[in-house]
């Protein structure tokens, strides 16, 4: 396993997603007034999210045929530039809003590129396994929130940003010249190879939608406090992270099906049990190095686009939570984790890979 850019990805991408939610969220108020009302924020935050997520399939298809491109590298440093100008805003007026549009612009493609190309690199350098997504993917969650738990307590302003993004761009760029990400991904093992490619990658990608959904619909009674939410972003990235080495270990059949359904009662009865309701966001966020790696083993000499095309079903899925409050509506929850969990079902596979054949 090449640990130099499994490391220098995985760390940058706690690190760009920490300071993309710096730069988007408002716990004061103060984007929320130079913008001009509560609507005029949420178009913001809306934009950043189809920016960041819709824009990885494009970008994937792009990064296929121009592998040498250091999408990585590129991103940190747009997401810096975009760190730059959401902090220069001196007073809440109007004539600011421009710097806070720029901003989210900036930020949101760069995490859109910087996403695809470690996408890429956890794919094509896979060794057959599905564990180094799950690892690249899930220090995200860890970034996500300790941003939206140090987005109004975070005192290190531009002294910390600019160093940890420079850092993460020497880093991602150094792996990519000293490890290229030529070649296709090499997953194998994860999909059912004897149906259609287009039933297998939409069944595929309807289960990461609909999870997605599922995931916004989560009863937490107990997460009462920002410290709390930082439990659950724990526990989502370590559902990630042991993801792919389950799947590994027994099957991306076996272990979607059996992680997703064990979640189902654990989510909707331990709603107010702390412990009980963390194993269940565990085991129900271990399906995704599962999915993204069926996906890419139908896509082999494309996994920018596969890469980019399960972050765009996530998006979709969470579409519903941007207009209406869905938290807590376990009548909505039961069924999106049934048809997951069906839609897996005739996905995957249980095989080998190919370095242990």
């Known amino acids: 396993m090449k640990i130099f850019p499994l490391a220098a990805y995985t760390f940058s991408h706690f690190a760009v997603d920490y300071v993309c939610l710096l730069t988007v969220l408002d716990p004061w108020g103060q984007k929320e007034i130079i913008l001009g009302g509560t609507q005029n924020y949420a178009l913001f935050v809306i934009t950043y999210n189809f920016l960041a997520f819709g824009l990885q399939m494009i970008i994937g298809a792009f990064c296929d045929e121009h592998r040498k491109f250091p999408a990585s590298a590129v991103g940190c440093v747009l997401v810096l530039i975009g760190a730059l100008c959401g902090a220069f805003i ?157 799947a590994d270990l027994f099957g991306a059949k076996r272990t979607g099906m059996i992680t997703l359904l064990a979640s189902l009662p654990l989510l909707v009865f331990g709603s107010g049990n702390m412990i009980i309701s963390v194993i269940g966001i565990i085991l129900f966020n271990m399906t995704m190095p599962i999915t993204l790696g069926i996906v890419a083993q139908r896509l082999p000499k494309n996994p920018g686009l596969a890469f980019g095309l399960t972050t765009a079903a996530l998006l979709l899925g969470a579409v519903p939570s941007f207009f209406a409050v869905i938290s807590g509506k376990t009548f909505l929850l039961v069924p999106a984790v049934l048809v997951s969990a069906v839609c897996i079902y005739f996905s995957a596979e249980n095989k080998k890979s190919i370095a242990e054949v």
């Open 90 to 246: 001196p007073e809440a007026y109007p004539e600011y809003a421009f710097n806070l549009w720029t901003s989210v612009l900036f930020v949101g493609v760069g995490n859109a590129f910087f996403h695809v190309g470690g996408g890429i690199e956890s794919l094509v350098h896979s060794g057959g396994k599905l564990r180094r997504s799950g690892i690249f993917v899930s220090s995200g969650a860890l970034g996500v929130a300790l941003g939206i738990y140090n987005c109004s307590r975070f005192t290190g302003g531009l002294d910390f940003i600019v160093p940890l993004m420079i850092f993460c761009a020497a880093i991602c760029l150094i792996a990519h010249l000293k490890y290229p990400a030529g070649g296709e991904a090499e997953i194998s093992g994860a999909a059912n190879e004897k149906a259609g490619i287009w039933i297998v990658l939409g069944l595929a990608l309807v289960s990461v939608m609909i999870r997605s959904f599922g995931g916004t619909t989560i009863p937490m009674e107990w997460k009462t406090t920002m410290k709390l939410g930082l439990v659950s972003g724990f526990a989502a990235f370590l559902g990630k992270f042991i993801g792919g080495f389950a």
